[in-house]
């Protein structure tokens, strides 16, 4: 009987320390969604994005996140058999919050000329260009007709970079009254409706937008420069850009792009500007 009871104490201790080995290697201090892009099952791409940037990403009238960038993003999560996690963030903490690793992704109309030793990107999908808006009975006809005036982009947006870029707009600039900057778009082309800007300069496809929703209010003055859009992520962040660009590519292939793109043909999305 001695005999008996140490073996099943031995047993229990053998139990006892292949459980505690067992947590070890499972990594039971790790967060939940500690997959990877290999894991299928276990991967969340959380993607990072302005909810007030229309047509791209933005809430729409039933209150849920909708935009052409957030349903690339769920199809590619899709094909994948990733999840997706849709995540509104201040567009001027993005570089924050990719780093410390709250998102994987900043897929909103991102553009990627300027910011290529910031991030790994996926290949272009979308042309784009920096332009200028401005009320259709302004009398500005030209770029040049801008100086002396008020003119509003996005805070840490690519027309701001550009406006600032001595090898850029810089020069074109200094001819404003004041350059001045606004947390969204929505906002600055309120501002310009009432008359407290003269202009507006931002992405071609936001102006497309507002242009499509108001054709009468506003119209483009010129391009400041030309550009493209993809999806930013770490940089060294390597093989999670290609297996994103390479399901948009498929998507593409299946015609999905197409379809989506008329989908948002009303807001100033066209076909004839994808790129990849």
Request: hydrophobic share 40%; aromatic share 10%; glycine share 10%.
């Amino acid at each position: 009987m001695k005999k008996k009871v140490l073996a099943i104490a031995a047993a229990a201790a053998m139990l006892a320390l292949s459980a505690v080995l067992l947590a070890g290697c499972s990594g039971g201090d790790q967060p939940a969604n500690s997959g990877n892009a290999g894991d299928v099952d276990g991967f969340t791409l959380t993607v990072g994005f302005d909810q007030g940037y229309p047509p791209y990403g933005y809430v729409g009238d039933d209150g849920e996140f909708t935009g052409f960038d957030l349903e690339l993003a769920k199809a590619v999560c899709e094909k994948m058999g990733w999840n997706l996690k849709l995540e509104p963030i201040d567009w001027d903490a993005k570089d924050a919050l990719i780093g410390s690793g709250a998102i994987n992704c900043i897929w909103n109309g991102f553009t990627m000329e300027g910011r290529e030793d910031d991030y790994t990107f996926s290949e272009p999908y979308m042309y784009n260009e920096q332009v200028v808006v401005v009320k259709k009975d302004a009398g500005a006809k030209k770029l040049e007709d801008l100086a002396g005036k008020i003119v509003l982009t996005q805070v840490d947006s690519a027309a701001l970079g550009v406006l600032e870029d001595p090898e850029g707009q810089a020069e074109l600039a200094g001819t404003f009254k004041e350059l001045q900057t606004i947390g969204d778009y929505n906002n600055a082309f309120m501002q310009l409706e009432s008359g407290m800007v003269d202009a507006v300069a931002c992405d071609l496809s936001i102006a497309s937008y507002q242009m499509a929703a108001k054709p009468d209010a506003y119209v483009k003055l010129g391009v400041l420069a030309p550009e493209n859009y993809a999806v930013g992520f770490k940089k060294g962040d390597t093989e999670l850009a290609k297996q994103v660009t390479d399901a948009l590519k498929q998507l593409n292939e299946e015609g999905f792009v197409k379809e989506l793109c008329a989908k948002y043909e009303d807001q100033g999305i066209t076909y004839d500007n994808w790129v990849l």
